[in-house]
């Protein structure tokens, strides 16, 4: 059915260089109709057209859009875009340090940026008709979720919210929840990408389609192809054979030299092949900092070269203009040479350790078409428009803080989603780099599936208690946390718990009783076995870990030159190290073995921890990419008369000396039930019945962990903020003056922040000393690890530093007492570098001061901690009681607002 475009839809259509696509059509119209819009749609459809229209509509009205972000990057981005089209007298920006054109009727603004306005009831919201939240998705975000809900819960209910969001599979229940808290809202889903995106599986050398193309009408199939399992399956069995003869040829050629590649192919090799088949700029996922450098420092050894001269020169006119006002000392320090060598040769890394500035002049050339290549951390995917052709996954596992996960299909989608510039692409592809271990149908499954559903990570914190309760009191608060997304997901999960609580049940009783009821003894017999099977996964997994671990530690302490031995697969033997590789989530060191091949190893190829059988002397330089090295290294290997120890060896299994594991085994084995002649009918019953329990159990824990558990927390946060004075005490809670000095506070430690300004705790430090101190509640090291005593330059510093870590040891007692989530511990590793760049020290002295083992911080870690404290002493200098402590949060403000600092913030 065809629907006639309303007046403005018409008007503005007609400044469009393209027509608008069915959906975008759908959420306008809604638009012009006065309700809300939910759009759910994939990256690079087009979402931000419907924003833009409602930007259109508030103008013609005479109101006011704000457009909300939730980063910086994104709404510097944004801006641009709506200065060129409506002119700098329209457009204004507030992202937390910038403020341009506040008063104009267009604001582009970070989400939080227009939560503090909403909680300030600030004269700017007078007017407002539109409010576009781009990215909405973000709600799930565990550390800034909650911001979006509360938002969404604040705003006017005459304020047309426009949300954008990624694809979600539960995008009908977001928007049945938006409508009952915002009223109308139209949900428009479109699951089509504009671009199809092809999905392939690197084997060494050939490039094979994932999907049976011939069983399928478009990229996205459902059968794995033939051909590449096959060609899998057989490399599988060669890699145990030690051989290997390949059948048919892909589009990339048989595997080099006539022998199995069992890992991906070197990086520069990867992107050549890429070239060859027309599938540049590429942008390829690297799941550490470490590894996008060390993959572009790959690319640069090799003499890759993806550019022309001329191109190199406007790249060069460009990097010119980003860095014309960085000191070149500065540049120095942050490895600029390097880096713009890989830009004038079209390859880059981008990854948020590096300096903002430098990673905008990385985005800008990719958009122009003039990097080719980027090696990227996942951040990338989130949210910045630099999409490319091809996407390609060296792994499917990354590490997420604590251990080595499989990528989810959700994660799959978010990075493979780059693929495809519509408008310049007919189609997108996605790579992933075949080793052992990776599944073919595993690849299929992510990138088939299509359940992404998004989940609340809305909680209470002290501060928004203080603001809610400001606002509206306590009880009108418990009703909007109520109303929150999270309390509305717990609500309808509980009753569809319940329903599953009760059938279990009947099912249990019916099982239970074919069993012989509660008191047979294979029941008995039954929770044995299930113990004595709970207790070998459990050994089964430990052992896995422990085996890894114990890998990985190994190779982080190998230096170079030492021998080893490889003790398992083709590469098996004695190795020599040749460069080493401290990344403690994924070391990989460059080797030689004494059959002359040289490549980097992993934790994989050991099952024991490797050691030091000897060491061997290297020259300064080695090149290991020319045969003439490998072969005299490798004879010297061997000369060394170093013997390998025996192949195959494996680590002790962790269950073969647990006495819990014996025990359970000669309980069972011993049991009457054990020799019964229907045992195996009889136990296969037995292990549905085990199910059952243990689905309803976790069932029941589910349902007594959700049900009111945001009033629950609301409540005990009062009674702690009543106690430590921040609220008056029952009938009638009101928020005191303290009080009001904490709902200013939007830092994660703010009831920390709150109590250290009204004991005085930081009155009487200059500037630079305030900073210092300040940078504890804010920083966080990336290592794990007990934090470092109190220390710093000065003796004010350590008694400042000291009397907060013992304040914030009295608020978690208390925080535990009323069974409330501790604060943070604070952690002193950026003390000495914010204050010796706020007493205006050198970069290179600075980022040293700030390293951690024997490291730089790098540049971009560097800006960001020191605008994280720059947004807390802003915060501090309009909450704090004291005048000497206001003026000297100015005063820091400005002394750290310099160099890489001022620049990357402008």
């Not at 469009?16 to 809604?30: G, S, V, Y």
Request: net charge neutral; aromatic share 6%; charged share 25%.
């Amino acid at each position: 059915m065809v629907v006639e475009a309303g007046p403005q839809l018409t008007k503005f259509v007609e400044g469009l260089p393209f027509p608008l696509d069915p959906f975008q059509q759908r959420a306008c119209l809604a638009l012009e109709d006065g309700h809300g819009v939910l759009v759910c749609a994939p990256t690079g459809a087009g979402k931000t057209v419907i924003g833009e229209f409602a930007v259109h509509l508030a103008l013609m009205s005479g109101n006011k859009c704000f457009y909300t972000t939730p980063i910086k990057a994104l709404s510097n981005q944004k801006y641009a875009e709506l200065v060129a089209r409506y002119g700098k007298g329209y457009v204004g920006l507030l992202t937390g340090d910038q403020s341009i054109n506040s008063d104009a009727p267009i604001v582009i603004m970070t989400t939080e940026v227009l939560r503090n306005m909403l909680y300030a009831e600030s004269p700017a919201l007078r007017g407002l008709s539109h409010v576009v939240m781009d990215e909405v998705h973000y709600l799930a975000d565990r550390f800034r979720g909650a911001v979006w809900e509360e938002v969404i819960l604040h705003l006017s209910e005459d304020v047309r919210l426009v949300s954008l969001s990624a694809t979600v599979s539960n995008a009908e229940e977001f928007g049945a929840w938006m409508e009952t808290v915002r009223g109308n809202t139209t949900v428009v889903v479109d699951e089509k990408r504009p671009v199809p995106l092809w999905q392939h599986i690197l084997v060494g050398h050939r490039l094979f389609d994932l999907f049976d193309v011939k069983t399928s009408d478009g990229p996205q199939g459902t059968i794995v192809d033939k051909d590449l399992a096959r060609h899998v399956k057989e490399r599988v069995a060669a890699e145990r054979m030690g051989s290997w003869e390949p059948r048919g040829r892909g589009r990339g050629g048989p595997s080099r030299g006539g022998r199995p590649e069992t890992r991906p192919i070197p990086r520069p090799e990867v992107i050549r092949l890429l070239d060859s088949e027309a599938l540049l700029p590429a942008i390829t996922f690297v799941f550490s900092r470490a590894g996008c450098d060390a993959a572009l420092g790959q690319c640069l050894r090799s003499g890759l070269r993806l550019t022309t001269p001329e191109q190199a020169s406007e790249i060069s006119g460009i990097i010119d203009r980003h860095t014309a006002d960085i000191p070149r000392g500065d540049l120095e320090v942050l490895g600029y040479w390097e880096w713009r060598e890989a830009l004038e040769r079209g390859l880059a890394a981008h990854h948020a350790g590096m300096l903002p500035v430098f990673r905008h002049t990385v985005e800008e050339l990719f958009v122009k078409g003039l990097v080719k290549a980027v090696f990227a951390t996942e951040t990338l995917a989130l949210g910045i428009n630099m999409p490319a052709r091809t996407v390609v996954l060296e792994r499917l596992v990354k590490y997420n803080g604590e251990t080595h996960a499989s990528l989810s299909a959700g994660e799959y989608t978010q990075l493979t989603g780059r693929a495809g510039r519509r408008g310049i692409d007919v189609e997108g592809h996605a790579v992933v780099l075949w080793q052992t271990g990776v599944e073919p149908t595993e690849v299929a499954g992510l990138a088939s599936t299509r359940t992404f559903p998004l989940r609340s990570s809305f909680r209470p914190s002290y501060n928004m208690a203080i603001n809610l309760v400001d606002r509206m009191g306590v009880p009108a608060s418990r009703q909007l946390l109520e109303r929150s997304f999270a309390q509305y997901q717990a609500d309808a999960s509980v009753v569809s718990l319940v329903r599953g609580i009760e059938r279990n049940e009947k099912s249990h009783r019916d099982l239970l009783e074919k069993l012989g009821g509660e008191d047979s003894p294979f029941v008995e017999y039954t929770m044995l076995k299930a113990r004595l099977k709970a207790r070998e996964r459990t050994l089964e997994q430990q052992g896995r870990t422990d085996r890894r671990n114990d890998a990985v530690e190994s190779l982080v302490t190998l230096r170079r030159g030492d021998v080893i031995s490889i003790p398992s697969g083709r590469r098996s033997g004695l190795a020599v190290v040749l460069e080493i590789d401290t990344d403690s989530a994924d070391p990989r060191p460059l080797v030689l073995t004494e059959d002359k091949w040289a490549g980097r190893v992993s934790s994989a190829d050991f099952p024991t921890p490797v050691s030091s059988l000897g060491h061997m002397r290297l020259p300064r330089h080695v090149d290991h990419r020319t045969a003439r090295t490998r072969r005299d290294l490798a004879s010297a290997l061997r000369g060394t008369g170093i013997v390998a120890p025996g192949r195959g060896r494996r680590h002790q299994s962790t269950a073969a000396d647990d006495r819990e594991l014996g025990a359970l085994r000669r309980a069972v084995r011993s049991h009457p039930c054990h020799s019964w002649p229907d045992r195996d009918h009889l136990a296969r019953l037995a292990d549905k019945y085990s199910r059952l329990e243990r689905d309803t159990e976790s069932m029941r824990q589910k349902v007594a962990s959700t049900t009111n558990s945001l009033a629950r927390t609301f409540d005990r946060i009062l009674s702690l903020l009543s106690e430590r004075g921040y609220l008056t005490d029952e009938p009638d809670v009101e928020v005191t003056e303290r009080g009001s000095k904490l709902g200013r506070i939007y830092s994660e430690s703010d009831l920390l922040v709150a109590e250290c300004l009204a004991a005085g705790v930081w009155k009487g430090l200059g500037p630079a000393e305030l900073a210092a101190v300040v940078s504890s509640v804010v920083y966080e090291s990336r290592q794990d690890g007990e934090s470092a005593p109190p220390h710093g330059p000065t003796g004010a510093i350590r008694h400042a530093l000291a009397r907060t870590v013992h304040l914030w040891s009295e608020l978690r007692s208390d925080e535990i007492r009323h069974k409330l989530p501790p604060t943070r511990e604070p952690d002193h590793g950026f003390v000495i570098a914010v204050y010796k760049w706020a007493r205006k020290e050198s970069l290179e002295n600075v980022l040293m001061a700030a390293g951690q083992q024997g490291r730089a911080l790098s540049g971009g870690d560097f800006v960001r901690w020191c605008r994280q404290v720059i947004d807390l002493l802003d915060q501090i200098r309009s909450a704090s009681p004291d005048d000497e402590v206001t003026g000297a949060a100015t005063k820091a403000i400005s002394a750290i607002r310099r160099g890489v600092v001022a620049v990357d913030a402008a």
